[in-house]
Structures are given as C-alpha cells and as structure tokens.
C-alpha cells in the first residue's frame, strides 16, 4: 500500500511538473512566428552593440537609452563591460547616440541599466530614473540630466523591501514614481520557479519620500509601464500573459484596474506617442528564443500601436517586424516627429524615420 501510494504521489507530481511545462512553452508562444513588416529609411545605430532595453524621450527630442543590461537567462555580447546612459538628439539631420557622463562617486562598474524614465520639474529641472541591476541586485537611481555639459548628477539611490525585482518605472514628480516588479522574489532560482509555476504574484508599486505601497497585484509578470498623455491613466504590460492592463490613477496615487486588452505576444516596454496619445509596444513574438539563444534562429522583434485604448474596440497595428535577421529581441519603441527608434535587451537598436 505503501509503495502504490508513493507512485501515484510520483506520478501526479510528474503530471503536474508537465503540464507547468506545456503552459510555459505556450507563455512563451515557443512555436510563433512572424510574418516581416518592413519599413524603408532605417539604420542600425551605431554604437549600440549590446542592447538598448529601454528608451524614453524628451519633448524637446533628446532621447535617452538604457544599454549593456545583463541578465540572468539571457544572452550577452558584451558580457564584461558594464551598462551606461546614452543620448541622441533627434532634431539633428544625422543624430548619433552619445554616452553621458555620470558624475564621481557612482559605482560605474556595476551599473546594470534597465528600464527609464523621464521627469520635467516645475523649474525645468531634468530627472532621469533608473532601473538598476547591480550585480543582479536592485534598486533604482535618480539623476538630474545636466544638458550644458551632457552628464548624469546622480542624486539618490533607492531600495525598499517592496521593490524587490523592480523591472520599469514611470516617474510622476521629482523622487515619486510606480514601479513594476516582474518577479515577487529576489532570489534567482526562487524567480525561474515562480515564472515555472505561473504564481501571479507580481505587482505594481507607488513609491514616494512618505509612502510606498503596492496599489496593483495579480500579474504573470508585470513589465513595461506608462502614463496616459493626461496622467489619469497607468498601463502595464504583462509580458508572459501577453496583456496590457488599462489601471485609473486616483488622487492617493492608488490604481483600479478599468480594462485587460489581450494580444497575441509576449509585450516588454510601453511607450506613448506625444502627438497621438497612442500606445507603441516592444514586443517578443517568442520568447523562448530570447532564453534559449542561437545565432542561427535568432529571437525576432515586433512593434505594435495600439491606437484608443479606451475604446470597446483598440486599433492593434503592426508597425514593424523582423525575424531577427537586423533587429533581435525588441524591447522598446519611442516615436518623436516621425522618428521611431526600436531598442533590445541584447542586441542593436535602429532609428527609422517614418
């Protein structure tokens, strides 16, 4: 009796552990692939070798790069070289991407750059925040852009227990933010499990001096964030349930979650077009290129606009796809007058103009 009870115990965990198997292959849509969308007037940016994971743009058409991050699970080309800030000036007819300079005291050797953002002071004050993985730790710094001489002053460094794997952040005031945490533990085998298991326990938090807290929970994994043109909006990607959460922002900074637009890929980082109001999307059509790399079959990159969130009905278009022949494993897509950059978690970036 013994021995039947502990091979029908067996064999209902191996059950269990294969159909976690199967459902993260069909997370990671193992077996998409995708149709190219082509667009004319493009170039690959020099000096981007290694990723531009995320990248946010000023008004004035600075725009500002995430690149070199390392993560566990994920291809390198530059494996010893530690991340840093790059800028291009897109009102320039031939822009190049610069790196900016970080003032003394920064521990530069361990900056592992995530996701970004931006925010403009009453006093036209420059903020850039940070995701940050130091040697796959975490935290998030806050910079003030200093544009006479093209430097990052760093200005704080931030961890909290409820920021324990912080993937994006979206800035709303000059050391405020939410953020997302793509995995509820720090711990790297504990993150593979919880992913594996399909958990749902990955959130949004509200940061500030006085107060933090978690104001959204309940996600596969919790990515790329943004605010709506008039701030009454948060969106949230999460990337393996392949949604985009629509959340209202109330005035104690709390979110409820007004509507889920579903897709048919893995969505990393959100940006918002300033002209339009709409939505650009990096995108992964398959993810499990992205964790499994080979330069033969490389993992492909996808742009989506979602025009009118709001609406009963969102426009989803295609702006750009590639099966990773130029551009691998897009992770971000930022326009500004007719010129869209796409960045990566570990590859190029490329500058069209549309």
């Given at each position: 009796?013994?021995?039947?009870?502990?091979?029908?115990?067996?064999?209902?965990?191996?059950?269990?552990?294969?159909?976690?198997?199967?459902?993260?292959?069909?997370?990671?849509?193992?077996?998409?692939?995708?149709?190219?969308?082509?667009?004319?007037?493009?170039?690959?940016?020099?000096?981007?070798?290694?990723?531009?994971?995320?990248?946010?743009?000023?008004?004035?058409?600075?725009?500002?790069?995430?690149?070199?991050?390392?993560?566990?699970?994920?291809?390198?080309?530059?494996?010893?070289?530690?991340?840093?800030?790059?800028?291009?000036?897109?009102?320039?007819?031939?822009?190049?991407?610069?790196?900016?300079?970080?003032?003394?005291?920064?521990?530069?050797?361990?900056?592992?750059?995530?996701?970004?953002?931006?925010?403009?002071?009453?006093?036209?004050?420059?903020?850039?925040?940070?995701?940050?993985?130091?040697?796959?730790?975490?935290?998030?710094?806050?910079?003030?852009?200093?544009?006479?001489?093209?430097?990052?002053?760093?200005?704080?460094?931030?961890?909290?227990?409820?920021?324990?794997?912080?993937?994006?952040?979206?800035?709303?005031?000059?050391?405020?933010?939410?953020?997302?945490?793509?995995?509820?533990?720090?711990?790297?085998?504990?993150?593979?499990?919880?992913?594996?298991?399909?958990?749902?326990?990955?959130?949004?938090?509200?940061?500030?001096?006085?107060?933090?807290?978690?104001?959204?929970?309940?996600?596969?994994?919790?990515?790329?964030?943004?605010?709506?043109?008039?701030?009454?909006?948060?969106?949230?990607?999460?990337?393996?349930?392949?949604?985009?959460?629509?959340?209202?922002?109330?005035?104690?900074?709390?979110?409820?979650?007004?509507?889920?637009?579903?897709?048919?890929?893995?969505?990393?980082?959100?940006?918002?077009?300033?002209?339009?109001?709409?939505?650009?999307?990096?995108?992964?059509?398959?993810?499990?290129?992205?964790?499994?790399?080979?330069?033969?079959?490389?993992?492909?990159?996808?742009?989506?606009?979602i025009q009118n969130i709001l609406s009963e009905k969102p426009a989803v278009t295609t702006v750009y796809a590639n099966n990773g022949s130029v551009l691998q494993g897009s992770s971000v897509a930022s326009v500004y007058d007719k010129k869209l950059l796409v960045?990566?978690?570990?590859?190029?970036?490329?500058?069209?103009?549309?």
């Amino acid at each position: 009796m013994g021995r039947l009870l502990g091979l029908s115990l067996l064999g209902i965990a191996l059950g269990l552990l294969g159909e976690r198997f199967l459902a993260l292959r069909n997370r990671l849509r193992a077996s998409s692939e995708i149709e190219p969308v082509d667009l004319p007037n493009c170039y690959l940016i020099k000096g981007i070798e290694a990723g531009a994971a995320d990248i946010d743009i000023l008004p004035n058409g600075l725009a500002f790069f995430s690149v070199g991050l390392k993560y566990p699970g994920f291809n390198s080309f530059t494996p010893d070289k530690p991340g840093g800030i790059l800028m291009m000036d897109l009102n320039d007819d031939n822009p190049r991407a610069l790196e900016l300079r970080i003032s003394r005291g920064f521990n530069l050797a361990s900056f592992n750059p995530s996701g970004i953002s931006t925010f403009i002071d009453s006093d036209d004050t420059v903020y850039l925040f940070v995701v940050n993985r130091p040697e796959f730790k975490n935290a998030v710094e806050i910079f003030k852009f200093q544009e006479d001489d093209n430097s990052l002053l760093h200005l704080k460094t931030i961890k909290h227990e409820l920021l324990p794997s912080v993937n994006d952040v979206i800035a709303v005031g000059p050391a405020h933010f939410y953020a997302t945490n793509d995995h509820y533990f720090s711990d790297t085998f504990l993150k593979y499990l919880e992913t594996y298991l399909n958990l749902h326990w990955t959130n949004v938090v509200y940061y500030s001096p006085n107060e933090v807290k978690v104001v959204a929970e309940g996600f596969d994994s919790a990515n790329g964030i943004n605010i709506s043109p008039d701030k009454k909006y948060i969106y949230v990607a999460d990337t393996m349930a392949h949604e985009i959460h629509v959340l209202e922002k109330h005035p104690n900074m709390n979110l409820t979650q007004l509507k889920v637009l579903k897709l048919d890929t893995l969505v990393d980082n959100l940006s918002i077009d300033p002209s339009s109001g709409d939505i650009l999307v990096g995108c992964h059509p398959n993810g499990q290129k992205l964790f499994i790399y080979d330069p033969n079959n490389p993992p492909s990159s996808e742009v989506l606009r979602i025009q009118n969130i709001l609406s009963e009905k969102p426009a989803v278009t295609t702006v750009y796809a590639n099966n990773g022949s130029v551009l691998q494993g897009s992770s971000v897509a930022s326009v500004y007058d007719k010129k869209l950059l796409v960045g990566t978690l570990y590859h190029r970036a490329l500058y069209c103009e549309l």
